[in-house]
């Protein structure tokens, strides 16, 4: 069943949800609501799965000749 509220299409369900992760989830949130701590959760994992896996650069990365990463972080400060 789909519901149309503040111009968002959302979907309204009952799951299950094991209690000691609801717990464990709520200690680590802000959220006052299992509504709330299921969206942070929900952007979380999305933000999470979108971001480029750095082991997929391996190789891919070419420096110019003579780059000297220790040189940069010596001049920073």
């Given at each position: 069943?789909?519901?149309?509220?503040?111009?968002?299409?959302?979907?309204?369900?009952?799951?299950?949800?094991?209690?000691?992760?609801?717990?464990?989830?709520?200690?680590l949130?802000?959220?006052?609501?299992?509504k709330e701590?299921?969206?942070?959760?929900?952007?979380?994992?999305?933000?999470?799965?979108?971001?480029?896996?750095?082991?997929?650069?391996?190789?891919?990365i070419?420096?110019?000749?003579?780059?000297?990463?220790?040189?940069?972080?010596?001049?920073?400060?």
């Amino acid at each position: 069943m789909h519901i149309k509220l503040k111009g968002c299409k959302v979907m309204r369900t009952n799951i299950v949800i094991d209690d000691e992760l609801l717990k464990e989830a709520f200690s680590l949130s802000d959220a006052k609501t299992k509504k709330e701590l299921i969206h942070e959760a929900l952007r979380l994992l999305i933000k999470v799965k979108k971001r480029k896996d750095l082991t997929e650069l391996a190789g891919a990365i070419t420096f110019h000749e003579g780059y000297d990463h220790k040189r940069l972080r010596r001049t920073r400060g």
